[in-house]
Antibody
Framework: QITLEESGPTLVKPTQTLTLTCSYSGFSLDTFGVGVGWLRQSPGEGLDWLALIFWDDDKRYSPSLKNRLSITKDTSKNEVVLTLTDVDPVDAGTYYC???????????????WGQGILVIVSS | EIVLTQSPGTLSLSPGERAILSCRASRRVNSNYIAWYQQKPGQSPRLLIYGAFSTATGIPNRFSGSGSGTEFTLTINSLEPEDFAVYYCQQYGNSPGTFGQGTKLEVK
């Protein structure tokens, strides 16, 4: 059974750094073609793709947030970590991690999702 | 980046009817790499269709995708009560991958 679970702070102050962890099971991020990505959904809004890391450690970032994002993986722990620096209230929302399967290409599709973590940005 | 425009914004139908949702891209999507997701309130998105017409694992066959180039469609035949939700399209043929703004399918 494939699962992904997001963890991290639910409240951060403006200008702080947000660090979120995705713990996954049921698949290997060492498998050719597999990736794990992070996506965000602002309250009442649509979905935005943020970052993606592949089995070979290739990393991709949303151009609009590239300077503030970092994604890493630790396959020994089955974890993917997303870091977002200098957060602003507009960064609030639900953050999802999701698996990009072997049959995917580029930044999609995402076939398994975590339940999401709601992050509030407020002083 | 490619902008995806979904229409209509809201679709009001009754159970048993057919739903046709549209996703238009601002330019051609490479390899027709379009995915469709369903999201219900308080839940994560669920992959329905990938590669424009391939059905994801466990998805009922009343869901189908079609289209190419810049015009794509999700069709849901004979709506079930559990199908009323928000639907998003995503293109992943051109970097960065982008999502449409969603179509809300509501009970008439």
């Amino acid at each position: 059974q494939i699962t992904l679970e997001e963890s991290g702070p639910t409240l951060v102050k403006p200008t702080q750094t947000l660090t979120l962890t995705c713990s996954y099971s049921g698949f290997s991020l060492d498998t050719f073609g597999v990736g794990v990505g992070w996506l965000r959904q602002s309250p009442g809004e649509g979905l935005d793709w943020l970052a993606l890391i592949f089995w070979d450690d290739d990393k991709r970032y949303s151009p609009s947030l590239k300077n503030r994002l970092s994604i890493t993986k630790d396959t020994s722990k089955n974890e993917v970590v997303l870091t977002l620096t200098d957060v602003d209230p507009v960064d609030a929302g639900t953050y999802y991690c999701a698996r990009r399967p072997v049959y995917g290409s580029g930044e999609g599709p995402f076939d398994r999702w975590g339940q999401g973590i709601l992050v509030i940005v407020s002083s | 980046e490619i902008v995806l425009t979904q229409s209509p914004g809201t679709l009001s139908l009754s159970p048993g009817e057919r739903a046709i949702l549209s996703c238009r891209a601002s330019r051609r999507v490479n390899s027709n790499y379009i995915a469709w997701y369903q999201q219900k309130p308080g839940q994560s998105p669920r992959l329905l269709i990938y590669g424009a017409f391939s059905t994801a694992t466990g998805i009922p066959n009343r869901f189908s995708g079609s289209g190419s180039g810049t015009e794509f469609t999700l069709t849901i035949n004979s709506l079930e009560p559990e199908d009323f939700a928000v639907y998003y399209c995503q293109q992943y043929g051109n970097s960065p991958g982008t999502f449409g703004q969603g179509t809300k399918l509501e009970v008439k």
